[in-house]
């Protein structure tokens, strides 16, 4: 029988009810309650790391999370499960593609848009299935598994508030869940795994609008920020209005890394012009990166 190591973190899947509305709850007692109520083909041992509310996640918490995972790594258990809220869970996993290199076993983020020991929560169904795919080779590397799909961890994105198949990819699913069975099953590629500890917190996301200003540029980069992800429009353009402030900046050696606000199909500066007047001015263009992505990117360049 496969060893897996639970990692819990708090979110709405460890909730209950107060006068103030529902509150992360997270420990070892709650753990084994839940383990109670499903099946799970292995022995699972749960960890408390932290117990939040994932709208307060920040990247001391995301480094907290490499850490156990690679630890979890090194001391030769077949899999990890991370329990984690859903706002910022796609963001987590982003990171954890940065940090954790070729992982050469499955590392799960899961979650719930209902408390687990609440009427109809999806919880229980999401965990259950979570285990199963850390039971399953083909699962290796970080995967965010929501639902009935499963998503490459820096391929998603959380685009519904409250429905159950919260979390959506511009690359399509790494596989499907049908009768909790995994169908289509797309693997990642091995490679030597690697754990990289070191980034910047010093990078930032601006959504373009049309009352961006260029002093909204030149204020981040004067607060220290060294790497942007910018959101541009459709295929990848930047307002030229920016663009002074924005090469001024990459010409000090802050990065600037484009995607696009169309989720799907992604940025290519070739097509339009103001997207090539972009691109000379040192912008990368980040293809069909997620925001999410993008910045978990930025943090390790950086």
């Known amino acids: ?45 749960p ?33 990890i ?27 799960i983020l899961t979650g719930s848009q209902k408390p687990f020991f609440a009427e109809c929560s999806d919880a229980p169904k999401n965990l259950e299935n979570a285990l199963a795919a850390a039971c399953d080779e083909r699962f290796r590397g970080v995967h965010i598994l929501f639902g009935d799909k499963v998503l490459r961890g820096d391929s998603a994105h959380k685009e519904y508030s409250m429905s159950e198949n919260a979390f959506i990819s511009p690359d399509g699913y790494a596989a499907v869940i049908k009768n909790g069975t995994f169908i289509n099953v797309d693997p990642l590629p091995g490679g030597k795994y690697a754990y990289h500890r070191d980034f910047s917190e010093m990078a930032a996301v601006i959504k373009l609008s049309p009352l961006t200003r260029p002093e909204d540029i030149s204020l981040a980069v004067s607060s220290g920020i060294k790497g942007v992800v910018l959101e541009g429009y459709g295929c ?7 663009l002074p402030e924005i090469k001024a900046a990459a010409d000090r050696g802050v990065l600037f890394l484009l995607v696009s606000q169309c989720f ?36 390790f360049m950086i």
């Open 47 to 79: 960890a408390l790391l932290m117990n939040i509310d994932s709208t307060n996640m920040t990247a001391q918490h995301m480094r907290c999370i490499a850490e156990a995972a690679d630890s979890g790594i090194k001391k030769g258990f077949d899999g």
């Open 1 to 45: 029988m496969k060893s897996i190591l639970w990692l819990l973190t708090g979110g709405t899947f460890s909730c209950e009810s107060s006068v103030n509305g529902l509150y992360p709850a997270a420990d070892n007692a709650q753990a084994g309650k839940m383990l109670s109520r499903i099946s799970a083909a292995a022995n699972v041992s």
């Open 236 to 242: 990848g353009g930047v307002p030229e209005r920016l």
């Open 264 to 299: 799907y199909e992604g940025v290519d500066t070739h097509i339009y012009e103001v997207g090539e007047k972009a691109a000379r001015c040192g912008i990368i263009p980040g293809g069909k990166m997620t925001a999410e992505a993008a910045l978990a990117k930025l943090m």
């Open 81 to 107: 499960v991370i329990t984690h809220g859903t706002d910022t869970m796609a963001y987590t996993s982003a990171f954890l593609c940065q940090s954790l290199e070729s992982p050469p076993i499955p590392v």
